[in-house]
């Protein structure tokens, strides 16, 4: 202890401070952090050694730049909170430390801003390759990472380039097949909720939701409400809709994280799900499976899509799998016990489209 009774603050330890402990040069001590394989094993054995009794951490950002290369990925998110974004997230983390790469991850909460300096940072930090899971874009960003050439991968925004992948799922499909599903039971009044209208990605399956209404003969009578994206933004989007006047038999939900905030409210409400009201998710989140009662939704397979991103950063050349391009995700129809039949209303013939992951809808 120090004379003022405190304990001395201790000092980061230096290259050279574990040179001298190891008892060898501090290009010796480099090559043993950089993990070159031209050390032998009692002097690597003795610099670690060294390393951990004087707590040295090495300057990981410097030794990538020595050694010309990046072991590091860039992984940007709309919404962390939302376990869709995270799902994809997680596997690809995963995939990247099996091969031995880390990861720096950055939320944007939907701000297009945000999007484009966490971007900036990370490539002054020269990852190895940038994800981006996110609904939102910049118009300068593209030729910013074009001209940066390292390899980037976007979900749902962006535009195939040498160096750019871009994932898209066909939304349309998926909302065309609630929408026709909760038709065929007879449902004429319906609910949308959703988020950030002025996002392409998440608007999408608004537009596609109030076209395929627009099909059918009689035309469902329809209300869009809009929170933030959450399960409270579920809740106060289905209050609104409640006050509408609208008296919806069906909601129908942009993403499982808002439905089950809807479901929750609805329950406060003193409404049954599905007896009064049919609600509907979109993305078949493990929450959807458990929720009460489960939801019906769209399943988009996030593992594939978080291995595929992986890949797109980090090609495999067994597996020729070529950096830029466009893959296009199909999702599957899901039915369980949120949704059922319109009170009073008959169901239709099932649509002729295949239902997965659930029941059959009922008949």
Known sequence: MSKRGKK????????????????????????????????????????????????????????????????TLGIIVSNMENPFFFDIFRTLESDAHAKGYQVVVANT??????????????????????????????????????????????????????????????YRKGMKQIVEYLYSLGHSRMGFVGHHVTLGPIDERRKSFLETVAMFSPKPEVHVATGPDGLEGGRQAVRELLASGLDPTAIVCVNDFMAVGVLRELREQGLRVPEDVSVTGFDNIRLAEFSSPPLTTVHIPREQIGHIMYESL???????????GEVVIDPQ????????????????????????????APG
């Open 314 to 324: 980090v090609p495999d050349p067994k597996k020729h799998r070529a950096v830029g």
């Open 8 to 71: 001395p603050r201790e000092v980061a330890a230096s290259l050279e401070a574990v040179a001298r402990k190891a008892g060898v040069s501090t290009a010796t001590v480099s090559r043993v952090l950089n993990d070159f394989s031209i050390v032998k094993s009692s002097t690597r054995a003795r610099v670690m050694r060294a390393a951990s009794e004087l707590k040295y951490h090495p300057n990981l950002h410097a030794s990538s730049l020595a050694r010309g290369r990046s072991r």
């Open 333 to 360: 129809f899901v039915v369980r016990e949120s949704t059922g039949r319109a009170p009073g209303k008959r169901a239709s013939a099932r649509p002729s489209h295949a239902l997965g992951h659930g029941s059959p």
């Open 109 to 170: 909460d939907y701000q297009s801003e945000q999007l484009v300096t966490s971007i900036r940072l990370m490539i002054g930090w020269r990852v190895a390759g940038l994800a981006a899971i996110v609904s939102e874009m910049d118009s300068d960003l593209l030729e910013m990472l074009n001209n940066n050439q390292i390899p980037v991968v976007f979900y749902d925004v962006g535009i195939p380039t040498k160096n750019i992948t871009n994932i898209r799922v066909d």
